[in-house]
């Protein structure tokens, strides 16, 4: 706190000190009639517009990344929010949408979009992340910056129905153990997922920060499965089937296994881990000068809450707790914040953190021990960023 105070003070004497004639005649000019009302708001003309970057031409099947180190808060804006798709964004009239339980359940069930909102709702905040991202950490030359190496991972307020209200009301019959979701998509993407997951914290979502899904993100339906990779969230969903065992479909067998170092591959690794990156100062950007500098970051756990965050500033010798931003809500970004004086030295900087669970963000070469390197999903890996004399940020591994 006494470091805080000591930043805070100091950055208001020199904002002070810069404080001109001009700017206070500046502020004196009448003001003039703006422009008019709008149906839909839109972004000051003098902020950079902050962009989606996709990672293949192929657009039916790819993905965009979220440029988290343009945003601010935990929240992503829905436009913002990472997309991946198998094929294509379908269009998909709610009014002719519906969603079908069946399977082993005593009252199969299909309910239309009116139907489902009729019914008890909750709003949550919660990460989404890819398997898939930051798989470039895996090799010897990773993403250069943040969009690229970290961008399938976002954070939005999902608002919708607990689909354990729905399986309760189909009367789930006994030694059922897991649930067949499948998407509207034209690929019929489906993924199994434990029974016992969708009776505690799965929602079936109709609404992203306050608006209605977008179609990228499986408008009309889709669920939110808090904590668990990025796939079995089934977008555009119509289908779930309870049933007594997984359905090893293409997605969770050909796709989102990892391969280990003895050539077994690993299956429904659901929880995504805790994991941390700076975002500011972070590679591609620049400190403009010498001084005061606040590091700022995001941190995120599928097992629950974040409990702390450390950051070295000196490529990992010693490690120092960073603020942690207040409410931290369980499986969704949390805000970090470290004040730093940069005086031109070079430095590498990086963060981790720690889980509710005590889970410890592992180091690269730790994570690569266990895992081996043929992997290309679930890398939650520490990173590392360089501060170079002039100001200037790169990737370590770049």
């Given at each position: 706190m006494d470091n805080r105070r000591t930043f805070l003070a100091a950055?208001?004497?020199?904002?002070?000190?810069?404080?001109?004639?001009?700017?206070?005649?500046?502020?004196?000019?009448?003001?003039?009639i703006g422009k008019p009302l709008k149906a839909y708001g839109e972004r000051a003309p003098f902020e950079k517009i902050a962009r989606l970057t996709p990672t293949t031409k192929q657009m039916e099947n790819g993905a965009t990344r979220t440029p988290l180190a343009d945003l601010h808060g935990i929240i992503t804006p829905s436009s913002l929010h990472f997309e991946r798709h198998h094929s294509g964004v379908p269009e998909i009239d709610p009014a002719k949408h519906q969603l079908m339980i069946h399977g082993m359940v005593d009252r199969p069930l299909v309910f239309t979009m009116d139907e489902l909102k009729r019914l008890p709702s909750v709003s949550r905040i919660h990460f989404v992340e890819c398997s898939g991202n930051s798989g470039s950490e895996w090799g010897?030359?990773?993403?250069?910056?943040?969009?690229?190496?970290?961008?399938?991972?976002?954070?939005?307020?999902?608002?919708?129905?607990?689909?354990?209200?729905?399986?309760?009301?189909?009367?789930?019959?006994?030694?059922?153990?897991?649930?067949?979701?499948?998407?509207?998509?034209a690929c019929k993407m489906t993924r199994s997922i434990p029974i016992d997951k969708g009776l505690k914290d799965i929602l079936l979502v109709y609404g992203q920060n306050g608006e209605s899904l977008r179609p990228e993100q499986g408008y009309p339906l889709r669920l939110l499965v808090p904590g668990w990779e990025g796939n079995v969230n089934v977008k555009w969903v119509h289908r779930i089937k309870v049933s007594d065992q997984p359905?090893?479909?293409?997605?969770?067998?050909?796709?989102?296994?990892?391969?280990?170092?003895?050539?077994?591959?690993?299956?429904?690794?659901?929880?995504?881990?805790?994991?941390?990156?700076?975002?500011?100062?972070?590679?591609?950007?620049?400190?403009g000068s010498q001084g005061l500098f606040e590091i700022r970051g995001l941190a995120w756990s599928g097992r629950g809450r974040i409990e702390k965050v450390e950051v070295t500033l000196d490529g990992g010798k010693t490690w120092k707790p960073a603020q942690v931003d207040e409410v931290r809500h369980r499986m969704a970004f949390?805000?970090?914040?470290?004040?730093?004086?940069?005086?031109?030295?070079?430095?590498?900087?990086?963060?981790?953190?720690?889980?509710?669970?005590?889970?410890?963000?592992?180091?690269?070469?730790?994570?690569?021990?266990?895992?081996?390197?043929?992997?290309?999903?679930?890398?939650n890996a520490v990173?590392?960023?360089?501060?170079?004399?002039?100001?200037?940020?790169?990737?370590?591994?770049a």
């Amino acid at each position: 706190m006494d470091n805080r105070r000591t930043f805070l003070a100091a950055a208001g004497a020199v904002l002070a000190a810069c404080a001109t004639k001009k700017d206070v005649e500046a502020d004196a000019e009448p003001s003039r009639i703006g422009k008019p009302l709008k149906a839909y708001g839109e972004r000051a003309p003098f902020e950079k517009i902050a962009r989606l970057t996709p990672t293949t031409k192929q657009m039916e099947n790819g993905a965009t990344r979220t440029p988290l180190a343009d945003l601010h808060g935990i929240i992503t804006p829905s436009s913002l929010h990472f997309e991946r798709h198998h094929s294509g964004v379908p269009e998909i009239d709610p009014a002719k949408h519906q969603l079908m339980i069946h399977g082993m359940v005593d009252r199969p069930l299909v309910f239309t979009m009116d139907e489902l909102k009729r019914l008890p709702s909750v709003s949550r905040i919660h990460f989404v992340e890819c398997s898939g991202n930051s798989g470039s950490e895996w090799g010897a030359k990773s993403a250069p910056d943040v969009q690229r190496g970290f961008g399938l991972a976002s954070c939005s307020e999902w608002t919708g129905v607990p689909l354990a209200l729905l399986l309760a009301e189909a009367g789930v019959q006994k030694g059922a153990t897991w649930l067949h979701a499948e998407g509207a998509d034209a690929c019929k993407m489906t993924r199994s997922i434990p029974i016992d997951k969708g009776l505690k914290d799965i929602l079936l979502v109709y609404g992203q920060n306050g608006e209605s899904l977008r179609p990228e993100q499986g408008y009309p339906l889709r669920l939110l499965v808090p904590g668990w990779e990025g796939n079995v969230n089934v977008k555009w969903v119509h289908r779930i089937k309870v049933s007594d065992q997984p359905q090893y479909a293409r997605d969770e067998t050909a796709h989102y296994t990892d391969l280990m170092a003895d050539g077994k591959a690993r299956i429904f690794t659901f929880d995504m881990d805790a994991k941390s990156v700076i975002t500011n100062p972070s590679g591609g950007q620049k400190i403009g000068s010498q001084g005061l500098f606040e590091i700022r970051g995001l941190a995120w756990s599928g097992r629950g809450r974040i409990e702390k965050v450390e950051v070295t500033l000196d490529g990992g010798k010693t490690w120092k707790p960073a603020q942690v931003d207040e409410v931290r809500h369980r499986m969704a970004f949390t805000r970090f914040r470290m004040p730093w004086k940069f005086d031109g030295t070079e430095t590498v900087i990086a963060s981790r953190a720690i889980d509710e669970t005590g889970y410890v963000q592992p180091l690269r070469d730790d994570l690569i021990e266990v895992r081996g390197k043929n992997s290309q999903y679930h890398n939650n890996a520490v990173k590392f960023w360089k501060v170079n004399a002039d100001g200037s940020v790169k990737n370590v591994e770049a």
